[in-house]
């Protein structure tokens, strides 16, 4: 089995809940698809939790909010306070938090990998927008046609689809079939559902299990002291 999480935001008491979680779970593998970081206010020690984990993490995306924060480049954000807060989160994280994104993080947002003879493909974004842009159901942002499971974080709603592309394998009848997960955000999830949300796929039946967990949302929220706008912390209490 294998955990699939993303955008845990700097929220350590999502993550925390995700993680008690796995523990039941026959988990051998996780891959992280970025933005671990900002918005949330335990950055810092949600980095440190992550690189003491004993399951070994196979895909470590770095996310649009750690290229935003470790470059200083804010530029992209759509609004003033989505800046203000990715300077205040670069201001705050420590040498070591930085150290741990940079050397054991993918910068370039986006993997290719072999699982099981399945060709896969974890992207933060999409393949037209690593950072920012990403795939939906109605709108994939990207040609998948080359691979067989597609990992995506970024827009924070969990999702689990195939879509049936044009092939020449008549054995196929002329269809090559690619699976599309997104495991929902941990942290900042925006389905309407405020649980700390993420995926298990289990290689064997490559079936797939959208999970969400509840958490201690008002101690999460009750960190936040006006170091950022408001509206990342009441956007916690439901999950929008």
């Not at 051998?28 to 399951?55: A, R």
């Not at 999830?189 to 959208?210: E, G, M």
Request: proline share 2%.
């Amino acid at each position: 089995m294998i955990a699939i999480l993303s955008d845990i935001h700097g929220n350590f008491h999502a993550l925390n809940a995700v993680i008690n979680d796995l523990k039941v779970q026959p988990v051998e593998e996780i891959i992280l698809l970025g933005d671990l970081i900002d918005y949330g206010q335990q950055s810092n020690e949600v980095i440190e939790f992550i690189g003491k984990l004993s399951v070994p993490i196979i895909c470590n995306l770095w996310g649009n909010h750690e290229d935003a924060v470790l470059r200083k480049n804010f530029t992209k954000f759509s609004s003033e306070r989505g800046k203000n807060s990715a300077k205040y989160t670069s201001n705050i994280l420590t040498d070591k938090t930085k150290d741990y994104l940079n050397k054991n993080c993918i910068k370039s947002g986006i993997k290719e990998f072999e699982l099981i003879g399945k060709r896969c493909l974890a992207v933060h974004g999409s393949l037209e927008d690593v950072f920012w842009k990403g795939i939906f159901p109605g709108d994939l942002n990207g040609d998948y046609h080359a691979y067989d499971i597609v990992f995506s974080g970024h827009t924070h709603c969990s999702h689990c689809f195939t879509k049936f592309y044009n092939s020449d394998d008549s054995s196929m009848r002329n269809k090559k079939s690619v699976m599309f997960v997104n495991p929902g955000s941990v942290g900042q999830p925006r389905n309407h559902n405020p649980n700390a949300q993420y995926a298990l796929i289990d290689k064997r039946t490559w079936s797939v299990h959208l999970r969400a967990v509840n958490y201690d949302v008002i101690s999460a929220m009750n960190l936040f002291q006006g170091q950022v706008d408001n509206f990342y912390k009441t956007r916690l209490a439901k999950g929008v």
